[in-house]
């Protein structure tokens, strides 16, 4: 079956996940951290993509690019490939090091673009491991100290500065930005989306409203792609209900149309 072409961003920026084939661990200890941030530095050069935003996490990598020369899928296979041979050679490890091709959602607007630069910096909180400012292997250091890997100006310049910078990581108005390549929204992701989707109400509140206004925001949720399960889980309100308000929602709509 042929790859399907990726999809061109209208903007040169692109949100990148690289994953450890069947989810095994790419990184063993710091010097391949230190390894795999080498090579992100030598494809600056080589490929003249401009990196925007990095995290390293166990098993996956987050980057946000700039490429205005076309060379995104040439400059990922430089960093997977090199990075690979290292790995395998270094540890003994046998076979593909990275899950197939790296995968990548173009970002069409700046309001996307910030959100993807927080969501990068937010991974280790989200997947439990300490806060932003804890943790040491993302570029969130690099907005607020000195920049070594990733070029901050043109996030700074947006948000003018350090302060800015600051006020939009910490802020409590969640985005609803995810990595989704496709429809669906994974589990990790499904909180924040809901969150998003039904701000300033709190998730756990819904169940207790009145029916019309419940009703209406189930709907909601089930908008953005969550499925009904995933809906039921955050909520607590039974299938029935989602199913039922979801209908309602798609045929207000229709009747709209006509």
Same mark, same amino acid.
Not at 62 to 76: C, E, F, N, Q, W
Not at 136 to 147: D, N, V
Not at 157 to 168: H, S
Not at 188 to 199: E, F, G, K, S, T
């Given at each position: 079956?042929?790859?399907?072409?990726?999809?061109?961003?209208?903007?040169?920026?692109?949100?990148?996940?690289?994953?450890?084939?069947?989810?095994?661990?790419?990184?063993?200890?710091?010097?391949?951290?230190?390894? $795999?941030?080498?090579?992100?530095?030598?494809?600056?050069?080589?490929?003249?993509?401009?990196?925007?935003?990095?995290?390293?996490?166990?098993?996956?990598? &987050?980057?946000?690019?700039? *490429?205005?020369?076309?060379?995104?899928?040439?400059?990922? &296979?430089?960093?997977?490939?090199?990075?690979?041979?290292?790995?395998?050679?270094?540890?003994?490890?046998?076979?593909?090091?990275?899950?197939?091709? $790296?995968?990548?959602?173009?970002?069409?607007?700046?309001?996307?673009?910030?959100?993807?630069?927080?969501?990068? &910096?937010?991974?280790?909180?989200?997947?439990?491991?300490?806060?932003?400012?804890?943790?040491?292997?993302?570029?969130?250091?690099?907005?607020?100290?000195?920049?070594?890997?990733?070029?901050?100006?043109?996030?700074?310049?947006?948000?003018?500065?350090?302060?800015? $910078?600051?006020?939009?990581?910490?802020?409590?108005?969640?985005?609803?930005?995810?990595?989704?390549?496709?429809?669906?929204?994974?589990?990790? *992701?499904?909180?924040?989306?809901?969150?998003?989707?039904?701000?300033?109400?709190?998730?756990?509140?819904?169940?207790?409203?009145?029916?019309?206004?419940?009703?209406?925001?189930?709907?909601?949720?089930?908008?953005?792609?969550?499925?009904?399960?995933?809906?039921?889980?955050?909520?607590?309100?039974?299938?029935?209900?989602?199913?039922?308000?979801?209908?309602?929602?798609?045929?207000?709509?229709?009747?709209?149309?006509?």
């Amino acid at each position: 079956m042929p790859r399907v072409a990726r999809e061109v961003s209208p903007t040169g920026y692109y949100h990148v996940m690289m994953r450890g084939s069947g989810r095994m661990l790419i990184f063993e200890d710091d010097a391949d951290r230190l390894h $795999f941030l080498d090579l992100l530095r030598d494809v600056r050069t080589e490929h003249s993509v401009v990196l925007v935003a990095w995290c390293l996490m166990a098993n996956h990598v &987050h980057l946000v690019l700039r *490429d205005d020369a076309g060379k995104l899928s040439a400059a990922m &296979h430089s960093v997977a490939t090199a990075y690979a041979s290292y790995f395998n050679l270094r540890t003994g490890h046998v076979g593909p090091v990275f899950a197939g091709r $790296f995968k990548s959602v173009p970002v069409t607007s700046e309001a996307q673009l910030l959100a993807a630069v927080r969501y990068v &910096h937010d991974n280790p909180a989200k997947a439990g491991v300490c806060s932003r400012n804890e943790y040491r292997w993302s570029s969130y250091h690099e907005y607020i100290g000195q920049s070594s890997v990733a070029d901050t100006s043109v996030i700074l310049d947006m948000l003018d500065g350090v302060e800015g $910078f600051l006020a939009l990581s910490e802020s409590s108005v969640p985005t609803g930005y995810c990595f989704r390549c496709g429809a669906r929204i994974s589990d990790d *992701d499904a909180l924040d989306v809901a969150r998003a989707a039904v701000y300033p109400v709190e998730l756990d509140r819904i169940k207790a409203l009145d029916s019309a206004t419940r009703g209406s925001l189930l709907a909601a949720l089930r908008a953005t792609g969550l499925t009904v399960k995933q809906v039921e889980r955050l909520t607590g309100v039974g299938r029935y209900t989602i199913d039922r308000a979801t209908f309602s929602s798609e045929a207000a709509r229709d009747d709209l149309s006509q």
